[in-house]
């Protein structure tokens, strides 16, 4: 069955980075990822002093590690947070081991560490909602702002973030004449995203795209999810942006019409 060959749904991270990397212009826009070992763990701290340790297969940020090297005066101070518990060590064999207890069953990677942008000393990202249209075109139908609890490292409104709109989230950061174009430019980061994975994975009819912001206003592909929740952007005042997002997803099979 051609559904079969061609699923909607691509669940593992690993699969859609390498799918990725395939594209010289976008591949300046991934954090450098590797697969979860002792040895990749300490490389990629010792380079990036700052990485995130998610499941290849997991959801709404669970099982998600913030992990950095920092200077002490014992030398390097090692330290994760999970939720909202925040463990130390001196020692790097003492932490490795630690995150091997406390990660969820299944295959982790290891993430370079993007400083996010913050709102009200919130870190926060953007979703980038990108559907094929009728007319078998991909367009970006939303963009939504998704702020972390003061007290977490995951944006996820599953895990207590907040849905805000994106301009909002900017306006600290960027005048006001610029945001509107610095949107447009998102736009179209998120359709070259969807063009580009459509060709490894023929299926897919929507993408939401988590982009993180750097200091510099330079956007990351943090994560690419095929099978979005379409409900967040009825938190948005603008309802046409959720009717937009409904009426794509309908047309592309997601919904049936009641």
């Known amino acids: ?9 691509i669940g593992s991270k690993w699969r859609k980075n390498e799918a990725l990397v395939q594209n010289r212009e976008l591949r300046a826009h991934l954090p450098e990822s590797r697969r979860f070992s002792r040895e990749n763990l300490l490389h990629m701290l010792m380079k990036f002093k700052m990485v995130y340790v998610k499941p290849v297969n997991g959801t709404w940020g669970n099982g998600v590690m913030r992990v950095e090297l920092k200077p002490s005066v014992r030398g390097g101070m090692y330290q994760y947070q999970l939720d909202k518990t925040i ?10 081991a630690s995150i091997r207890k406390h990660k969820l069953k299944g295959r982790y990677l290891v993430q370079q560490g993007i400083d996010l942008l913050k709102y009200n000393n919130s870190r926060f990202d953007l979703r980038v909602m990108v559907q ?8 970006t139908t939303g963009i939504i702002g998704r702020l972390a609890h003061p007290k977490k490292i995951v944006t996820n409104y599953h895990s207590d973030g907040k849905l805000v709109p994106a301009d909002k989230l900017l306006s600290p950061h960027l005048k006001e004449q610029r945001i509107k174009p610095y949107l447009g430019m998102l736009q179209e980061f998120g359709e070259d995203i969807a063009n580009h994975l459509k060709k490894s994975f023929p299926g897919i009819r929507e993408i939401g795209v988590d982009v993180a912001i750097d200091q510099k206003l330079r956007p990351w592909i943090l994560e690419v999810n095929t099978s979005p929740d379409p409900y967040i952007f009825r938190k948005l005042k603008d309802k046409s942006v959720f009717r937009t997002v409904m009426q794509y997803a309908r047309a592309s099979g997601k919904f049936k019409r009641k």
């Open 1 to 9: 069955m051609k559904t079969a060959r061609h699923p909607r749904h």
């Open 132 to 139: 094929r249209s009728p007319q078998k075109t991909w367009k």
């Open 87 to 96: 463990r130390t060590f001196y020692n790097f064999d003492e932490l490795h």
